[in-house]
């Protein structure tokens, strides 16, 4: 009689047999990794320490531990398609990003490379981001194209109206097509920039615009 095991896709494949058999969980976030410029774990060993990276990955081997003074603070191990690299979460960040920071989680980390004399790299977070919404979260311009609408000063409105509730400092343009093809962009008052998110994202195609989040500063 044989017994067959089906084992789902993720944390539970590895757990039984220590790997990926269904593709590594990174390869839902190759292009936002791209986009951001990400590093490899790979790579960390040919820079330099102190200087500052970001590197997506799957936490695992998570351990909360607690300072002298009572502070917890996070030690896990952030891997990649290829290889991990030990992270250190200090009390600051960690409470900042402790709703996110569980095994199997798929996160950026943007800290600083401690490269020891014989070689152990460890990275000191000073920044965790989920990577189901880091792309909007770190873009620094978004563009919005609005659309036809026989009403568009109250659609524009409620737009302005959406993104001052969600201020941060991410440069806001929009585009407008004319007739005969024209395409128009537009920058609302410097004043107004937002703050990236997949709730915001999802209330602006609610409404028809089309969400395009850059990685760049534009210019008029």
Known sequence: TRTQVILAP????KEAIGFYITGHPLENYVEVLSELEACKTLELNGRESGCKVNVG???SSLQVRTTKKGQRFGLLRLEDEASGVKCVVWPEIFSKSEKILNNDAAVLVSGKLDITDDGNVTIIAEEITSLDDVLQ???RAVILRIP???EPS???EELLALMN???GDCEVFLEFALENQVLVRARPHGALRVQGSLELESALRHRGCQVEWLNVTLTN
């Open 10 to 13: 993720g944390s539970a494949e």
């Open 57 to 59: 990955g799957v936490v």
């Open 137 to 139: 979260r770190k873009s």
């Open 148 to 150: 036809s609408s026989s």
């Open 154 to 156: 109250i659609l524009l």
């Open 165 to 167: 509730g969600h201020k």
